[in-house]
């Protein structure tokens, strides 16, 4: 089964939207299989946002992140990375479909509520960096049956 690593940013907690987008995953039938709260310390910050490190916008990013508390989270479920991106919606709030997390919710790119892991590779590394295998519970939710064939 794939996994994907979501974190609710800063904005996102602070506008109270932390109900709201974990009911949007378990509505669509995906499995939460790690979740927490915390404060996301410079360096994990900086290794998260690692790629764009030599980008102009890299420390804005890591200012942000680590400026209030965020909600990590891992989500299983078929094809939950190509679903959870389109739950999200485009990375710019203002180009981004109405119904989606972004799109219902987003200000601006600089205040776009969540992050999403894009491949099955960025997925792997991300819930890695911010999960311990300890901290992921694998269960089987007792409704599967009525949600896949």
């Known amino acids: 089964m794939e996994r994907t690593f979501l974190a609710i940013k800063p904005d996102g907690v602070q506008r109270k939207l932390v109900g709201e987008i974990i009911r949007r995953f378990e509505a669509k039938g995906f499995t939460l299989v790690g979740l927490k709260l915390m404060s996301v310390s410079k360096a994990l910050a900086e290794e998260h946002y690692g790629v764009h490190k030599e980008r102009p916008f890299f420390p804005g990013l890591v200012e942000f992140i680590t400026s209030g508390p965020v909600v990590a989270m891992v989500w299983e479920g078929e094809g939950v990375i190509a679903a959870a991106r389109k739950l999200i919606g485009a990375t710019n709030p203002l180009n981004a479909e ?9 200000a601006n790119i600089g205040r776009n509520i969540i992050h999403g892991s894009d491949a099955p590779e960025t997925a792997q590394t991300e819930i890695a ?16 049956s009525w949600i896949h064939e």
């Open 129 to 144: 960096l911010w999960f311990t295998e300890e901290e992921l519970v694998s269960w089987q939710p007792t409704l599967m």
């Open 98 to 106: 109405p119904g989606t997390i972004r799109g219902d919710f987003g």
